[in-house]
């Protein structure tokens, strides 16, 4: 889950929405506080938060699901506009706007998909059912209580959407019926692996990251690791030779160009590519990244705190142990404390971000950090970590 600061004092979390296969298809994005949704005092402030959002930034052109006030569901309030598809989540309250069922046609009509918010299955939900794409299960249903009502629903012909269900060891509980679950996905099942069982780029890039992450950084010898990666020689010269440094003449040498951008930016560059390595699903890229630059906003004085963060994703994402990624880039006793063990203020950091990704919200109380600057760090890190999962995942040679 992450948050955002708009013009007004509204934050908002936006959590991931995803198939069975573990592949993200849209983002929920909903006020931190309930109680802006409640209380009709607060709604004028919310519905200028909404308007204020760049979704596009937040989701791409993914589907946003958001809880409308009232009033936009009665068009007397715009709503945000995106490239993608709008879901409206409507609440018990809203459902109480007078003639409903009318202003649900309309926005029909105009292509919104509509969701029954807090949905049990109810008979007065089940009479209304027709008017909705989607339901969303309450998150106080039972696994078994879930399971009946979404096989229900989905032999009405609505899409099912249920927040994460997983058993006490932590293991994702499938439930029958539900299409898209709520969430960050699961990781797999970690396995032993050694150097052997490594991509040659992936062993390239480890490399990369160890050597630029040296006090006294070689930049001769980063050039030949790098220089054995043509595609990566490109996505750096490419990236120092973008309008954003300013630069008159071009640069040709990947050496030069790591004396330019430094090496915590071409460290930054190698290691999106080497996450971007794993999976070509964008939006599972984009939230590795992210975790890693949150661990860096929230660790300021760290300078290993966003490698930590992407090789613990980088972990995550191919089920290599922790311990394997932080002996191959040789991390320092504190960063290896924090990547396998969890240990030191940056190991604090890094479980709490990784709880706040699951939601879990004692998990992060727990490490002794606010869960409001976690949320805060996290969604101020997505636009920043979209491009560099552009940068990454941008063909060699192309311009993005």
Avoid at 394 to 399: C, K, R, W
Wanted: negative net charge; proline residues 5%.
């Amino acid at each position: 889950m992450n948050t955002v600061n708009v013009d007004t004092d509204i934050r908002f979390v936006r959590m991931p929405m995803y198939d069975a296969t573990g592949v993200v298809t849209g983002y929920f994005v909903t006020p931190s506080s309930t109680a802006l949704i409640l209380r009709p005092d607060l709604w004028a402030e919310l519905e200028l938060a909404y308007l204020n959002l760049d979704l596009p930034r937040l989701a791409l052109d993914r589907t946003v699901f958001l809880v409308p006030t009232p009033h936009m569901v009665e068009g007397k309030i715009g709503i945000p506009r995106h490239a993608g598809r709008i879901a409206l989540v409507v609440t018990p309250l809203t459902l109480m706007v007078p003639n409903i069922a009318e202003h649900l046609v309309r926005l029909r009509r105009r292509g919104y998909l509509l969701v029954l918010g807090v949905y049990r299955g109810t008979e007065n939900q089940l009479a209304m059912l027709e008017l909705f794409t989607h339901v969303l299960l309450d998150q106080n249903l039972t696994t078994e209580e879930a399971a009946r009502v979404a096989v229900t629903a989905a032999g009405e012909g609505a899409v099912v959407v249920a927040p994460r269900l997983v058993t006490e060891g932590g293991k994702e509980e499938p439930v029958p019926g539900v299409s898209v679950l709520l969430g960050t996905p699961t990781a797999g099942v970690a396995v032993e692996i050694g150097d052997a069982e490594l991509l040659p780029n992936e062993v390239a890039c480890l490399e990369a990251v160890r050597l630029l992450g040296e006090a006294e950084v070689d930049v001769e010898a980063v050039g030949r690791v790098l220089g054995a990666d043509p595609a990566l020689v490109l996505r750096v010269l490419r990236l120092v030779n973008g309008a954003a440094t300013g630069l008159s003449h071009r640069v040709d040498s990947v050496r030069r160009a790591i004396v330019l951008l430094g090496p915590v930016q071409v460290q930054g560059l190698v290691m999106a590519s080497l996450v971007a390595s794993t999976s070509d699903q964008i939006d599972n890229l984009w939230l590795l990244i992210a975790r890693g630059i949150t661990c860096e906003r929230l660790s300021p004085g760290s300078e290993s705190a966003y490698t930590v963060g992407l090789l613990s994703a980088l972990s995550t994402e191919r089920g290599i142990p922790a311990h394997v990624l932080a002996e191959r880039t040789r991390l320092s006793d504190d960063a290896y404390g924090a990547l396998v063990l969890g240990e030191g203020p940056l190991g604090h950091v890094l479980q709490a971000v990784v709880a706040h990704e699951r939601n879990d919200f004692d998990a992060v109380t727990a490490m002794g950090i606010e869960v409001d600057d976690v949320t805060r760090a996290y969604f101020d890190a997505i636009p920043e970590a979209l491009d560099a999962v552009l940068t990454a995942l941008t063909p060699s040679g192309a311009e993005l």
